[in-house]
């Protein structure tokens, strides 16, 4: 009796074999390593929600940054705690703001480093919303104007890529508009095109102190029932200017990742936000996972999904990893 079916595990029969046909890969030019910069001296104090993250002086930095660069790692996302918040994030755009101040030292350190910057104003309100706060509303028009300038003084102080995450209406617009008149027009906006309002975020506010005071983000983020919403968040980012579009969460939103890769040629970054992270590190520190091996079939699954670029606190070990060769 002859059977005709198809033999997949031919190309399955060796680790060598596997090596021939695997389709997509993770290199450490596809990561982008997010830190958290505070104001201060001799401080390097771990996130207690994100064991292996923490909040760094920057008298203190220079030894993790060496660290990070040994490792081939060669994209940072900074994220400023500042001391000092108020009504409308002041210390966002100040000349010698903490994000500001972080910039300027990787870039002295390390030309060649692409310093990525958060733009938002939620860590930097006192209320800690993303924008400025009218009778208990976000105003999104205000907002764009302390935005673009946050944007500015983030491309003075020496950011490669702008990456506003603050989900105002307009803001790629806005801020493309006052890079290029302020003589940034070679600086790209990395765009969080489509970003939820997340639970996924919530060791990220523990360290960035960013929790809104009232009420939630679910005016200006998205619905996470909705899909179609996102393809209209990102299509209005291409046509405003964004350079990458991002999707946020990424775990829970693998479909928006494809979804943004059929559809737009730009690069597709995923945020393998602050939770997906803290869930994997108490798993494994319970012994109930094997890390490593978790967070390389999620890092390979978001290149399957589409993405191009992955932001995550895992960075530096699978720079290790990498580099061990596993
Ligand atoms: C600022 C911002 C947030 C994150 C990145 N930029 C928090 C939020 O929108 O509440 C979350 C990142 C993470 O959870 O790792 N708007």
């Known amino acids: 009796m002859s059977l005709s079916f198809d033999r997949h595990r031919r190309l399955r029969m060796s680790a060598t074999m596997r090596n021939l046909v695997r389709e997509h890969h993770v290199r450490v030019e596809d990561l982008i390593y997010p830190l958290f910069f505070v104001e201060g001296t001799g401080v390097k104090h771990e996130i207690p929600s994100m064991p292996g993250v923490y909040h760094f002086s920057l008298d203190v930095f220079k030894e993790e940054l060496d660290d990070i660069v040994s490792l081939g790692i060669q994209s940072l996302m900074v994220f400023g705690v500042p001391n000092h918040k108020d009504a409308c994030g002041s210390e966002a755009y100040a000349e010698n703001g903490i994000v500001q101040q972080a910039i300027r030292m990787i870039k002295e350190a390390y030309p060649h480093m692409v310093v990525m910057a958060d733009n938002c104003l939620c860590q930097y309100t006192d209320h800690g919303h993303c924008g400025v706060l009218h009778e208990g509303n976000v105003e999104n028009d205000e907002s764009l104007a302390l935005l673009a300038k946050t944007a500015v003084s983030q491309a003075k102080a ?3 890529v702008i990456a ?6 307009g803001f790629v617009a806005a801020i493309r508009a006052a890079l290029d008149e302020a003589g940034f027009v070679h600086i790209p906006i990395m765009s969080y095109s489509v970003k939820y309002a997340s639970s996924f975020y919530g060791p990220f ?20 029932a909705n899909a179609r919403e996102g393809i209209r968040e990102a299509a209005a980012d291409v046509e405003q200017g964004a350079d990458f579009l991002m999707v946020k969460p990424a775990l829970a939103y693998m479909d928006m990742i494809q979804r943004l890769r059929t559809r737009f040629e730009l690069p597709i970054v995923a945020y393998n936000v602050s939770a997906e992270y803290s ?12 890390e490593q091996r978790i967070v390389m079939e999620t890092m390979v699954g978001f290149k399957r999904a589409g993405a191009d670029l992955i932001i ?7 720079a290790k990893w990498l580099k061990e060769g596993m």
Do not use: E, F, L
């Open 312 to 318: 995550t606190y895992h960075a530096k070990d699978i």
């Open 164 to 169: 506003p995450s603050n989900m105002m209406d």
């Open 205 to 224: 506010r523990d360290a960035a102190h960013s929790t809104p005071q009232t009420g939630d983000r679910k005016t200006y983020q998205m619905d996470p």
């Open 279 to 290: 869930m994997v590190k108490a798993a494994a520190a319970n012994g109930w996972i094997d």
């Open 158 to 160: 020496g950011a490669d």
